[in-house]
């Protein structure tokens, strides 16, 4: 969970203190890098999007209304620059580039073990969340991992609840087919 | 209802209200092929948790939150009065101010006036002793006169009349 950013905080950032916003980079930066790393499954990518998300937030800050929570707008902030990215040429070449390596290279040794442990967790999310177009990947980050609100999840992506749950539902059911697929690949013999 | 709508309401059965979920719950009793997505469905939510329980994090977070803070500047302020102050006119303000204080300084007003003079030996003693503050201007006259003055000079057009005399006898020669 966000710890919520003290309000005298907050009204510092929005006068323009850097020190104040400081604050907010430090306790925010975890979850915007998650959600960053969950979307493009590369860290480098990941650091350069939270980098400019957090610019975006300091150069719209003064603009900041209070009725909407700041971790909400800062997920609105890096989920779209990672949806734009997503859709760019850049990321597609390396997607393409990625995927002929993979088929090239001998089939992985993984246990069913090995997939228990964190690092693997997190290829083997990946590697199912490949599969969903960028806003399905979006939804289903924010709900399902992010454990956000229908509402914040609307708020966020700019879409309405129907929206949201078909695209969960499509989401869901998507990641579930690539799942059983990978364990079977992996099932001991 | 079909098999094909109770699909999508079992895939987002923790979005459905309670008299929704008891219609899937009666379907299910009865249907072993929705119960298959059922046991997907309740698959998936065990990895989820799981993958929730992985959050990936920067590899240093120092030095991210130093790279971001590397890029943040801060704004001119934004204070009215401030700003209707023209910077230049603010410059020529402050250096007619500094030319006056340096004039001010080395202004040395005229001797001949005997208050100034009352200043500057004692003013209670000198209006007791008028003589003796005389003696002291007169001195200081003759003093004056002795040494060549140029300022003074040319304040006086007889004393101008006579360089310029000078000046004309030396060009003739
Ligand atoms: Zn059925």
């Not at chain 1, 203190?17 to 925010?28: S, W």
């Not at chain 1, 700019?158 to 579930?176: C, E, M, P, Q, T």
Request: charge should be positive.
């Amino acid at each position: 969970m966000i710890k919520p950013i003290p309000t005298e905080i907050l009204k510092r950032a929005i006068e323009g203190d850097r020190r104040a916003f400081q604050k907010i980079v430090e306790g925010h930066l975890s979850f915007a890098y998650a959600v960053a790393y969950r979307m493009l499954g590369n860290r480098a990518d990941a650091e350069d999007i939270t980098q400019d998300a957090f610019f975006r937030l300091w150069k719209n800050i003064p603009k900041y209304k209070v009725e909407i929570k700041l971790s909400t707008w800062l997920y609105k902030i890096v989920t779209n620059l990672c949806l734009d990215f997503l859709k760019s040429t850049r990321y597609r070449e390396r997607k393409f580039m990625h995927d002929v390596e993979a088929a090239n290279s001998v089939q992985s040794s993984l246990t069913p073990e090995d997939i228990m442990n964190g690092e693997e967790l997190q290829n083997q999310l990946l590697q199912a969340s490949e599969v969903l177009s960028p806003l399905q990947k979006a939804v289903f980050i924010l709900r399902d991992l992010e454990a956000l609100t229908v509402e914040e999840t609307c708020e966020i992506l700019s879409i309405d609840a129907d929206g949201v749950k078909s695209n969960l539902f499509h989401a869901r059911k998507k990641i579930s087919a690539t799942l059983k697929l990978i364990y079977e690949t992996h099932e001991p013999k | 209802m079909r098999c094909e709508n109770f699909e999508e309401q079992i895939w987002l059965y923790d979005e459905l209200s309670v008299s929704q979920r008891q219609v899937v719950d009666e379907h299910l009793k009865h249907c072993a092929d929705c119960e298959k997505i059922w046991q997907a469905r309740t698959q998936l939510r065990l990895t989820t948790r799981d993958w929730k329980g992985v959050t990936p994090a920067p590899e240093n977070s120092a030095q991210l939150t130093h790279k971001i803070m590397a890029q943040i500047v801060v704004p001119s302020m934004n204070i009215p009065w401030l700003d209707a102050i023209n910077t230049t006119w603010l410059r020529y303000a402050m250096a007619s101010l500094s030319t006056l204080f340096v004039v001010a300084f080395f202004y040395t007003p005229p001797k001949n006036l005997p208050h100034q003079h009352l200043q500057a030996s004692g003013v209670r003693d000198v209006n007791l002793n008028t003589s003796a503050f005389l003696k002291v201007k007169i001195e200081n006259r003759k003093s004056r006169q002795q040494t060549f003055s140029l300022l003074a000079c040319i304040e006086n057009r007889e004393c101008v009349q006579s360089i310029a005399k000078k000046k004309k006898y030396y060009e003739s020669r």
